[in-house]
């Protein structure tokens, strides 16, 4: 089956601007996280949802950052006010049960390339 | 910081020769998972162990795990040019904390 999409692929924008990316999880997983990839780093966990309840958002580094996942599906990463700090990889992933501690395999999207000018 | 932490931050062989890196981490888990990233690709899960084992195997991968000494060391056996790729380890336990990753090149 389908595995997760993300879109974007790629997003230049200027600095001040908002950003949307997209997040599809795959179908049925009810857990999804959102993780940011600064070049040449590993993953900065910013978010996870989990079914219906409230998400963690314990990794969003700044008020800017915010996301919704709609009818338990998809999710949309907001950026707004965009820095240029704020470019980077952000890969979205979903699994089938709860979160972190959770023996469950995350899987991943291809990620969206953000570019800030 | 972050939880997990990989060494060598870069690591380059030939081909068939074995890989070893390494993941340490700080506070307790419930498991540990290391995942393969392609460039500029997603990640891809390899394998997990639970933090009452202390080895296991897939394939030409195993992984050990040492909870006493917070760490934990994936091998890669007879290395192939398509083993190329950044890994990450990834700890579990209140939160997913993903490593800063070696960077593995298999020269063929």
């Known amino acids: 089956g389908a595995g997760v999409s993300q879109s974007p692929s790629n997003k230049v924008t200027e600095k001040g601007k908002d950003v949307e990316l997209r997040c599809d999880p795959i179908s049925g997983h009810t857990a999804l996280y959102w993780y940011r990839q600064s070049l040449g780093q590993g993953l900065e966990f910013l978010i996870y949802f989990q079914g219906n309840s409230a998400p963690d958002k314990s990794g969003l580094p700044s008020d800017r950052f915010s996301a919704e996942r709609t009818g338990g599906s998809v999710s949309t990463l907001t950026i707004q006010r965009t820095q240029q700090e704020d470019s980077a990889v952000y890969l979205c992933?979903?699994?089938?049960?709860?979160?972190?501690?959770?023996?469950?395999?995350?899987?991943f999207g291809p990620g969206t390339r953000l570019t800030v000018l | 910081s972050q939880q997990g932490e990989e060494d060598p931050q870069a690591l380059s062989i030939q081909e068939g020769e074995n890989a070893t890196m390494n993941c340490s981490y700080k506070?307790?888990?419930?498991?540990l998972q290391w995942y393969r990233q392609n460039s500029g690709r997603g990640l891809v899960h390899l394998i997990l162990?639970?933090?009452?084992?202390r080895e296991k195997h897939s394939g030409r991968l195993r992984v050990t795990l040492d909870t006493s000494k917070k760490s934990s060391s994936l091998l890669i056996t007879a290395s192939r040019a398509a083993d190329t790729a950044s890994y990450f380890c990834a700890t579990t336990g209140n939160q997913f904390y993903f490593g800063t990753g070696t960077s593995l090149t298999v020269i063929p």
């Open positions: 992933a979903s699994s089938w049960t709860r979160g972190p501690s959770s023996t469950d395999t995350q899987y």
């Open positions: 162990i639970r933090s009452n084992e």
């Open positions: 506070t307790s888990i419930n498991n």
